[in-house]
């Protein structure tokens, strides 16, 4: 290699661009001129104190770094999803399982918690505030998760009992009753280990900063063929 120039630019808060080039550096056969670029991103995130993301030729893009190097990624080793519908008699039985390995979260929220003595439990808050501003890795955490997305019950009504209420104008009758995130199995510390404070963009998402938690819902329904 004959030469690089270097060039660093702050593109915004917690966005630093490092751009160098090089010239001349294993030039094909017959090039004259080749210049070479490659760079490295520091982006999302409240600086590198507090856990941001990294993006370097040859790295993961959604790897993260703190002051002591890297300190974890938000890509999940693997994500997959379970549905089941079972049917007995006038029973409907509907599922759906969300399962998650892997991936890493920035759980800013903590660190809030800990900064202003709110943690619940004060001895590992201690333990954790002792290493802050050297140290980043306390506050990530392991999002995986296991969650019942979605339980639905039915139960189709009786012809016989169709007829008394309706007369012959419905023809079939089936009344559901559902509920959305019902169970959640994780062993992350925060509210929940789907979060995205700053958009649903694939890389700078796993960031946690007090977001408001998923709601449980529960759903009753008629429904009627005519």
Do not use: C
């Not at 700053?198 to 005519?226: E, K, Y």
């Amino acid at each position: 290699m004959k030469g690089t120039r270097g060039m660093r630019v702050l593109l915004g808060a917690g966005f630093l661009l490092t751009l160098a080039t090089a010239a001349g550096a294993a030039e094909p056969a017959g090039a004259r001129d080749t210049t070479y670029f490659w760079m490295t991103v520091l982006t999302g995130g409240f600086g590198t104190a507090l856990g941001t993301f990294k993006v370097e030729e040859d790295s993961s893009p959604t790897q993260m770094i703190g002051p002591e190097g890297t300190i974890g990624d938000a890509n999940p080793d693997f994500q997959m999803s379970f549905s089941s519908d079972l049917d007995y008699k006038r029973w409907s039985v509907g599922m759906l399982w969300d399962w998650k390995k892997g991936g890493d979260v920035i759980n800013l929220t903590e660190l809030l918690f800990d900064l202003f003595g709110n943690a619940e439990d004060q001895a590992a808050s201690q333990a954790r505030t002792a290493v802050f501003g050297t140290q980043a890795q306390p506050w990530v955490q392991d999002a995986s998760y296991l969650k019942l997305r979605e339980l639905s019950v039915s139960y189709h009504i009786p012809q016989s009992a169709t007829s008394q209420l309706f007369g012959s104008v419905v023809k079939d009758a089936r009344i559901t009753f559902s509920g959305r995130n019902l169970i959640r199995i994780t062993s992350f510390r925060g509210i929940d280990p789907e979060v995205s404070n700053f958009g649903n963009q694939a890389i700078v998402r796993n960031i946690d900063v007090a977001p408001f938690p998923p709601s449980r819902s529960f759903f009753l329904s008629v429904d009627l063929d005519f």
